[in-house]
């Protein structure tokens, strides 16, 4: 296939609204796609190449643009193998060999191609296409049914390699991809619950209630003696938390799947700034002279695989057994997150009270019924704050004044479209930033930004901030038509990509009297 065919796909979906109709687009160009070119395009459809990270920079690809060709000739073939090479260039001359290979590969290309790829290689290629909407298009390509792709996903991990298992092994090969051990599974997440009560109600009495703590997501598999740690995103950051890899290794198996959350405690056991726990994954957020000596204490809540044996299909009650008789040594016992089953509501509450007093979030009430599945599907997991929190996008920031002039100061925030489109904006904020966080704010932004204005920057959709809000009202002022009630900036989440973001649906759920 030509990579003019892809970018011509990448326009038509960009122009389109709704998932349905950017998912068909999406499916129609993997159809007419060769079997070998299936994992590149689905990539780069997504947004993203198959290695990466590339180690070029935005400087050395406009210094090498222009001159370009007046026929379209280049194949994904050919680009991937490009691509593939940047990616593997390293050591002495790698510079001089990276640049031989952009030159070559742009020159090659038409104008519209060279915009293309150099949006893909600096990651702003904004069409979109999210996780879910390229799933649908691998579901529709293939002809098994969306939940069947959404599992091998989940268990590979890999959504460019999925979707090669769907296009050319069909629903058998999709079917015999499942858990190992030492590849990463896509994580379950919790959906926002509007109280615990509600919770309660809606999940009913098969139940578990555990603290919701201010840390970062791990996942943790153990074959013999090697371990290896994950984070949400599926980073591994093995290298950077060996008391993590020691505290599993000690467990009395052979080989498991853990996930849970790990946190920086103090002294007294309460918990340390999210930004601490976060510079031992090597990033730091808005907080770059975090101690990275600190060290971080896992606690886990499910259990994915026990010594040969898969859990994933397991109810949530016979997966927590099993972790239970993992961690039966007291020695062991302290890694159990914090909860209780099948609680009434005076002990649910007791339960929350207690993570609040400890310094944490809140608690997830968790259906015990309920399988693992990858990624917010239904509410069998949902998160209980007594504040209401949301995980925006950054779409802009402006100057300050006052004491805040020269600083980057109040930023614009955006809901995550649920059909795919651009984040859609619900209001601004300038409030709960510290003096670091501005300056932080201000060194930062101007490498993330799609343009420079007298008032500020305008960003592209890159950077995650969570924001406490009292409320949302409706509003003609932003186009959600709704609007966040004294929103302010509790932290940057540099662990969740804007995929991750809350939605537009999420924002309005907080309208007073929605359902």
Known sequence: MLLAEVVAASAAVTAARGRTAKAQLIAEALCRADAREVPAITAWLSGETLQRRLGVGWRSLASLTGGAATESTLTVAAVDATFEELAGSAGTGSSGRREMLLRDVLARASTEEQRFLVRLITGELRQGALEGVVLEAVATASGIPAPEVRRAFMLSGSLPATAATALSGGAEALAAVGLRVGRPVRPMLASPGSSLNAALAALGPDVTVEFKLDGARIQVHRDGEEVRVWTRT?????????????????????????????????????????????????????DEDADAGVLLSPFFFDLLHLDGRDLLDEPLDVRLDALAGLLADEDHAPLRMPGIRRPDADQAAQVLEAALDGGHEGVVVKNLTAPYAAGRRGKAWQKVKPVHTLDLVVLGAEWGYGRRTGKLSNIHLGARDPDGGEPIMVGKTFKGMTDELLDWQTRTFPGHAREETPWGVLLEPGLVVEIAVDGAQRSPRYPGGVALRFARVLRYRPDKTPAEADTLEAVQALLAGAP
């Open 234 to 286: 599926l980073r591994e950051v093995t290298g950077g938390v060996p008391e993590l890899v020691d505290r599993v290794r000690a467990l009395p198996c052979r080989t498991a799947v853990l996930d849970g959350e790990t946190l920086a405690l103090d002294d007294d056991g309460r918990p340390r700034a999210f930004q601490d726990t976060m510079s031992r994954f090597g990033s730091t957020g808005a």
